[in-house]
């Protein structure tokens, strides 16, 4: 009984070890059928380089440079109350605003290996300026008037950070050092009354403290939103992002296939109109940003697929800069063979992942019908005087007169995009399909034929200025019968294949001749480009202009629009800082006055405001 129970047991595990065994291979099977088996690669390098050269950084550095002056002065910066402790009295500023402002004569931006990114900036001028009012009780009753204003003249700031992926795919960056300088500060009260009477007499040492307290907190809150806020940004902006946010409106355009107007097709009413909105390409970083002398490698996935979901099943082939394929080794490197701004390597995943999650989700799928525009005369089984599909079919004007065709085309594997370097430079596509055909009088529909679609099309592409523009040659356009209740023969349906391929070939050079633009954000734009296709992969390199007042207004709303930003030199402990400093450096001169022996027995209490006058990094509040 033993044994038997014991081959019982075993019989069950073998049954279940070949049931999974199958459901591998089936599983295996599928996947396998989906996308064209010279896809298959592991999912492990980036789809996307991207490489800054020094004139590329030299041109951000510029950008940069503007950007801050244009910013600076346009900061919001918060009213300031703070009361004083043990009952002191209460100080106000409002209405704080930048009254002097000069840029920076100087601005340098470096990158050494093996991830540091150095910012210097020489010789700024900046000033504050606010309504000051309330009262204080610090020995003497004062009432506070007028306006404080602070000028920083000669500030210098160095600023070093390194680079990296981080956990999310994002990029972070990490403040390692910072020094600021000032050359001078001057610290006035206008129409102060006697308060400001006394900081115009003792102004030098006054101004000499908050001198020292501005380099310090400076660096602070710099580091601080670096570390913070910059981290925060980056992650939010280098996620993902809709594919159909950086299409313009008019991608697909109206194509004439004839003289007339009656013969131009709307491409836009063909295709799934949520094509672009529900698919997003990933900018998550796939290796760490690498530095060299005034250059950045950046190396992105860039996959794009459904609503952002990923699982693409296979990876990109190659993405190596030009000269260190594992496949060629006599090219030229990239960096020594143009002095342009940017270069990148695009592999041919990034088309393919798109093509696969289309066909997943059943979005490639064409359907043309007596609605769509500039096919409705062709979709007739009848026709006089004009040329119609039962022209090349006749027999379907003899089983079906009087009718309207109806054309269904679906893929039946998801397309790939191939990139070589044959003819100099080659985008093969490959796309099976079916394509059924529907016979309709009326509200009665009935399939008629299907047929199996094969396709073989080799682009050749260029970049004019904003846009992709180029030429396509159909290499093969096969159909052949799969079932039907109209009996058409081979010769036939070769007639109709070759009118397709003929109509086809046209639209899609008519789409390409003015060119399809080129998904990019919308503050750049390319002055100059050159593409050299290559095995599995595109070298691009660029120069770009960027929209700076559309990059000044992006920058307001998000990286200027941050706590550290909105107070960065005016904390409302640091103007209780600077209150002080003016107290103490008042009395204790004021003290050893002559004219003011009025005042000794109230020395005790000025002494003790001295020892206020020293803060520490937590009492300031970093």
């Known amino acids: 009984m033993t044994s038997c129970f014991n081959r019982s047991i075993i019989s069950l595990f073998i049954l279940l070890f070949f049931c999974l065994f199958i459901s591998f291979i089936n599983s295996i099977d599928s996947d396998t059928h989906v996308f064209h088996p010279l896809l298959a690669a592991p999912r492990t390098l980036p789809g996307v380089r991207v490489r800054i050269l020094p004139r590329g950084l030299a041109y ?19 009213d300031v109350e703070h009361i004083l402790p043990s009952n002191q009295g209460i100080i106000y500023i409002s209405r704080i605003h930048l009254s002097r402002f000069r840029r920076a004569e100087h ?24 309504d000051l009012s309330g009262s204080v009780n610090i020995v003497v009753p004062l009432n506070l008037t007028g306006q404080v204003e602070i000028l920083a003249q000669g500030l210098t700031f160095h600023l070093e950070s390194s680079i990296e992926k981080g956990i999310n795919g994002s990029a972070k960056v990490t403040s390692l050092s910072c020094l600021a300088t000032i050359r001078d500060v001057t610290v006035t009260n206008h129409n102060g009354g006697l308060f400001g009477l006394a900081v115009s007499v003792f102004k030098q040492g006054v101004s000499d403290n908050v001198r020292h307290m501005l380099q310090s907190i400076i660096c602070k809150k710099v580091r601080k939103y670096i570390d913070e806020d910059a981290n925060e940004k980056l992650a939010e902006a280098q996620t993902s992002s809709k594919l159909g946010d950086a299409l313009e409106t008019n991608a ?32 998550r970083l796939k290796e760490h940003p690498i530095c060299n002398e005034n250059t950045v490698d950046l190396a992105s996935w860039g996959e794009i697929s459904y609503m952002g979901q990923g699982d693409t099943p296979f990876g990109p082939i190659d993405s190596s800069w030009p000269g260190k394929s594992p496949f060629k080794t006599n090219v030229v490197d990239s960096v020594t063979s143009k002095d342009s701004m940017i270069e990148l390597v695009v592999s041919d995943f990034l088309p393919n992942s798109l093509l696969y999650h289309a066909y997943v989700q059943r979005f490639i799928k064409v359907l043309l019908t007596p609605r769509t525009k500039g096919v409705a005369s062709f979709l007739r089984t009848t026709c006089e005087g004009s040329f119609c599909i039962s022209d090349l079919a006749p027999q379907l004007a003899e089983q079906y007169p009087n009718s309207t065709v109806e054309l ?55 970049i004019q200025g904003h846009n992709v523009s180029g030429s396509v040659e159909l290499r093969k356009f096969e159909l052949k019968r799969r079932t039907g209740t109209v009996d058409i023969s081979d010769a036939e349906i070769d007639d109709i294949a070759l009118l397709v391929s003929q109509l086809s070939e046209n639209l899609l050079n008519g789409l390409l001749v ?25 070298h691009i390199q660029v120069d770009v202009d960027v929209d700076e007042r559309r990059l000044s207004k992006l920058a307001s709303q998000t990286f200027f629009k941050t706590p550290q930003f909105s107070d960065i030199s005016l904390h409302p402990k640091f103007h209780y800082l600077l209150f002080e400093v003016h107290c103490v450096e008042w009395f204790v001169q004021f003290r050893s006055s002559k004219a003011v022996n009025i005042f000794n027995n109230s020395i005790s209490t000025i002494g003790q405001l001295t020892i206020r006058g020293e803060y520490s990094d937590e009492s300031l509040g970093f």
């Open 408 to 462: 269904a085309m679906s893929a039946t594997r998801a397309p790939a995009v191939l990139f070589s370097e044959k003819n100099g430079g080659t985008i093969s596509v490959s796309m099976g399909g079916l394509v059924v055909v529907f016979a309709v009088n009326g509200n009665h529909r009935r399939q008629v034929i299907v047929v199996d679609l094969d396709v073989v099309a080799d682009a050749k592409l260029s």
């Open 252 to 283: 697909l355009k109206m194509i004439s296939v004839g003289g007339d107007e009656k013969s131009r097709i709307d491409i836009a009413s063909i295709f799934d109109s949520s094509l672009a909105s529900k698919f997003f390409i990933d900018f």
């Open 60 to 78: 951000l550095n510029n950008i940069a440079a503007n950007l801050l002056a244009d910013q600076l002065p346009r900061l919001v910066i918060p």
């Open 107 to 130: 601005h340098q931006l470096n990158s050494t290996a093996p991830n540091k990114i150095s910012w210097t900036m020489q010789n700024m001028d900046i000033g504050l300026l606010g």
């Open 514 to 538: 003015n060119g399809m633009p080129i998904p990019l954000p919308h503050v750049l734009r390319i002055k100059d480009s050159h593409i050299n296709v290559l095995s599995r992969r595109m």
